[in-house]
């Protein structure tokens, strides 16, 4: 980005409340400045008394809040950009990891959007939905080390029109890298703490190297012991960056690679009072973690199976894997131009190009995953009658209305299975994963005056393939059984069952005006086109019985295009000190063209169902009204309040739920699984509020304050159809008993994103010594579509106390050390909750418990 220049009334718009957080560090993100002013602002450094202020624009019509890089280090030395947005109204990130680093258990919500709902970039380049199972992108803290990080910019109601995504519907969430130092520098951090946590940071800055040139280099790894079992999370990661900016134009080369393995939690299962269960799941509920056996393999051999790899029946769906683990190597590297055409245009593109090679893996009971292996490893399956055949966690027992076989014929049957996955009683489920994205990304700007036009366009060809694929667990060599070593790396396949590939084309264009009608009104208006071209195959098929009743998995391809998106937003501001903001927007989420789970078309489980959802189906889509007033002032004596109030309103169209379509497994709990329908749930309204505030005493001492409400319901029931495709009924139904197919989902909640939020910080600056406490409530959320299970609220705090030595003592600078507790009384409860659908069940994990970290930094 070109270095801009800001004017005195910019900066005081950038100081707003909802933006504000910690002296002003947390500020309102303007999306960009549009007209920079001959008055030159003081730099963010030369202005201590306000705080690092990132400013973005100052003349958006949209609510958005940033948050900086030395604020993001606050929360916790290298944690996640998504973690670290938690503390900004209107947000939901929950994870059972303190770091924010682990995808399986990371969940987020903003203003009702689940998180594949919602845009995410990294300098402007597209890191897809975030779907834990990988396809179209990569996790912001895969892209870019935490320390790296300049800052994170939430637009909580509707994204800019140039957001290069295909799932914004929602908000967006655009994280930035830090550009070169000018000067030559190396900075280093050492953190250790709970759980044999290490992590260290390295990096090294060129400085001006003449000719406008300057460079970085930068490394990290990280080691942390999961908190309820014997599995260490770790990984490297480095980055690279080069920067040319003379008069003519800024050439940016980026360059990020990522290796992590990362050990699961794991999710206790809760059934709804329908099924036997309660209305509430009970904290301190037991199991309050289902922690993996690894390494104790023997343990887990003698102790847990049986001799024919069954679990125990009391466990029912809360019994234990061995072990399970996310194993991710990224490559991302991107080259910018911003070409300085004239002093009214300049011409902005981006080539960029992301490979990912991953696996998810987990090790757990053969008897748990008897119906997938069975068709593939007992040679008398196909003579086998349907009654025969093995049910989940009956591996070698004989089913009751079984006449063709024997106790000890099924025995047999069932210790031949053990033999054939290695002797062990376990078997390795993987899905393994292949991304190739490469884009262009390109956007013209021009200056006519009180007319600011930018238009543009993103391209992009994705070629994903997805694996799932079983190992044997061989019983005399347990060590090639690990969280760490890929299967495939040491072992050929026992079975692939299937195998998909997805060609993805992705066309956005968007052209926008800004308009400045007079001194104090600023209209901006304009519209964007999004265009999906996808086709899906699968070179291998499962076999029948091993995935439901599904013979074969849909081929073909889905085009969806929509070009005309539009949006318009004005802003007014009174005075210098208040200003009121409207923007109205409607979004499209492309279908999801992952081709080894139910989020899309093509896991739906037969070519009918596709099929008819081709022909008959329609992509989500959202309109999102919103207006809010900010204010800020000073009240003398230092003294200053910033405040913003937001109001948005959401119709939310075709909403789309996966609905598993055999029993193949509970989410959260195991190694199965089986197809979906993708049903169309009909219409969301979603009302809400964000109110937020700073109250500022000079340099000594902030507050900041953030209350959420929002409202989402479902405006119909749903009944799901033989096609897959679903249908939403015209009105509700009462009561909650479910007749003829129809879920009475109609007027009922959101399940997963609670009502009320509020989000607290404090901070008190002593000189050296800086002491800064969080507080993040949570209020209850519904664990299913039908509201009839719930989860309490919590409220959790943490605690940071940092002491900085003065730069002018030691020959380092910014030589600092930093405590950071997380939980600080322990509190327990749920974390991320994994929504039931229309089944009997839903899955919970926990809270992590207290933990603390100690860091040491320096700068020279």
Same mark, same amino acid.
């Given at each position: ?23 002003? #560090? ?147 969430? $655009? ?5 070169? $130092?000018?000067?030559? =520098? ?78 699961? $939690? ?91 090679? =991953? ?77 190739? *994205? ?15 036009? $930018? ?62 009608? #007079?001194? *104090? ?150 190694? #199965? ?65 479910? #007749? ?11 399940? =997963? ?108």
């Amino acid at each position: 980005m070109m270095a801009t220049r800001f004017s005195a009334r910019t900066v005081r718009w950038a100081l707003l409340a909802g933006s504000a957080l910690s002296l002003g #560090t947390m500020t309102q993100a303007m999306a960009r400045d549009e007209a920079a002013a001959p008055e030159a602002a003081p730099a963010p450094d030369a202005t201590p008394d306000m705080g690092s202020i990132i400013v973005t624009g100052a003349k958006t019509t949209r609510s958005a809040t940033a948050i900086v890089s030395s604020e993001i280090q606050k929360i916790l030395p290298g944690v996640a950009p998504l973690k670290a947005i938690q503390t900004l109204p209107g947000v939901l990130y929950i994870t059972a990891d303190p770091w924010g680093n682990n995808e399986q258990n990371a969940q987020i919500f903003v203003h009702g959007f689940a998180g594949n709902q919602l845009g995410y970039t990294m300098d402007g380049l597209p890191l897809g939905d975030q779907s834990y199972g990988n396809y179209n992108g990569l996790s912001p803290q895969r892209a870019v080390i935490s320390e790296n990080v300049a800052r994170v910019v939430v637009a909580t109601g509707a994204g800019d029109l140039a957001t290069p995504s295909n799932s914004n519907l929602g908000g967006t969430v $655009e994280t930035f890298s830090s550009d070169p $130092e000018q000067a030559f =520098g190396v900075r280093a951090a050492q953190t250790v703490g709970s759980y044999d946590a290490s992590r260290t940071y390295l990096r090294i800055d060129s400085g001006d190297i003449g000719g406008g040139n300057a460079a970085y280099i930068s490394g990290v790894r990280q080691r942390a012991r999961a908190w309820d079992f014997n599995g260490i999370q770790k990984g490297w990661q480095a980055n690279a960056k080069f920067v040319h900016d003379d008069s003519t134009g800024k050439l940016t080369l980026y360059f990020d690679y990522n290796d992590m393995t990362q050990p699961n $939690e794991d999710a206790t299962v809760f059934f709804k009072p329908s099924a036997g269960g309660t209305a509430t799941a009970v904290q301190l509920f037991t199991p309050y973690t289902k922690p993996f056996f690894y390494p104790d393999f023997d343990g887990y051999r003698s102790s847990y199976l049986t001799a024919l790899g069954n679990s125990p029946a009391a466990e029912g769906s809360n019994y234990r894997n061995y072990y399970s683990d996310a194993q991710r190597t990224d490559y991302l590297a991107y080259a910018r131009y911003d070409a300085h055409l004239s002093d009214k245009i300049t011409w902005s593109t981006t080539g960029y190009y992301h490979h990912n090679d =991953g696996a998810g893996v987990v090790a757990g009971p053969l008897g748990q995953s008897i119906t997938t292996a069975q068709p593939y490893l007992d040679p008398n399956y196909a003579r086998l009658p349907t009654n025969c055949r093995f049910t989940a966690n009956n591996n070698g027992v004989r089913p009751a209305a079984c006449t063709a076989l024997t106790d000890a014929q099924a025995a047999a049957a069932g210790a031949a299975l053990v033999a054939a996955t290695g002797g062990s009683g376990l078997i390795t489920r993987t899905t393994e994963y292949r991304i190739d *994205r490469e884009g262009v990304i390109s956007s013209v700007s021009v200056d006519a005056g009180p007319h600011k036009i $930018e238009f543009g366009g993103w391209f992009e060809h994705n070629s994903t393939t997805q694996w799932r694929r079983w190992y044997a667990v061989p019983v005399g060599n347990p060590a090639i059984s690990t969280p760490y070593i890929r299967p495939r790396d040491v072992l050929e396949p026992l079975f692939t069952q299937y195998q998909g590939e997805a060609r993805i084309n992705q066309l956005q264009l968007h052209i926008q005006d800004t308009w400045q009608v #007079t001194d *104090r009104l600023l209209v901006q208006g304009g519209f964007k086109t999004s265009a999906q071209w996808a086709s899906g195959r699968y070179p291998v098929q499962p076999r029948l019985g091993s995935l439901g009743g599904t013979t074969a998995l849909p081929e073909g391809k889905i085009d969806t295009k929509n070009w005309f998106l539009p949006a318009l937003g004005a802003t007014y501001d009174f005075n210098g000190h208040e200003q009121v903001y409207a923007n109205v927007q409607k979004n499209l989420r492309q279908y999801q063209a992952y081709l080894a789970g139910g989020g899309g078309p093509w896991f739906t489980g037969s070519q009918a169902a596709f099929d008819a959802f081709a022909d008959q189906g329609k992509p989500e889509t959202s309109w999102t009204y919103e207006a809010g007033l900010r204010t800020n002032r000073s009240l003398g004596n230092g003294v200053t309040l910033q405040g913003q109030i937001n109001y948005y309103h959401v119709d939310f169209s075709n909403r789309l739920l996966a609905i598993p379509t055999n029993p193949g497994g509970i989410a959260g709990s195991g190694i #199965t699984g089986g197809t979906s329908t993708l049903v169309n749930v009909g219409d969301v309204k979603t009302d809400g509020v964000d109110a937020a505030f700073t109250l500022r005493l000079g340099n000594v001492a902030s507050f900041y304050n953030a209350v959420s409400y929002n409202l989402s319901k479902y405006r119909n029931d749903y009944t799901s159809t033989a096609q897959g495709i679903g249908a939403a009924t015209d009105s509700c139904i009462g009561g909650y008993i479910v #007749t003829g197919g129809v879920v009475p989902t109609c007027g009922k909640q959101l399940p =997963g994103t609670p009502k009320w939020m509020n989000k607290t910080v404090a901070t008190l600056n002593l000189g050296p010594v800086e002491v800064q406490a969080i507080g993040d409530y949570v209020g209850r959320r519904f664990a299913t579509f039908t509201n009839d299970a719930s989860v309490s609220s919590y409220f959790l705090t943490s605690l940071r106390v940092a002491a900085r030595v003065p730069d002018n003592i030691l020959p380092l600078q910014k030589v600092e050390l930093a405590l950071n507790v997380t939980n600080l009384t322990d509190k327990k409860g749920v974390s991320t909750l994994s929504i039931g659908s229309a089944t009997n069940s839903y899955s919970a994990y926990p809270i992590p418990p207290r933990q603390w970290f100690l860091t040491l930094s320096a700068a020279y």
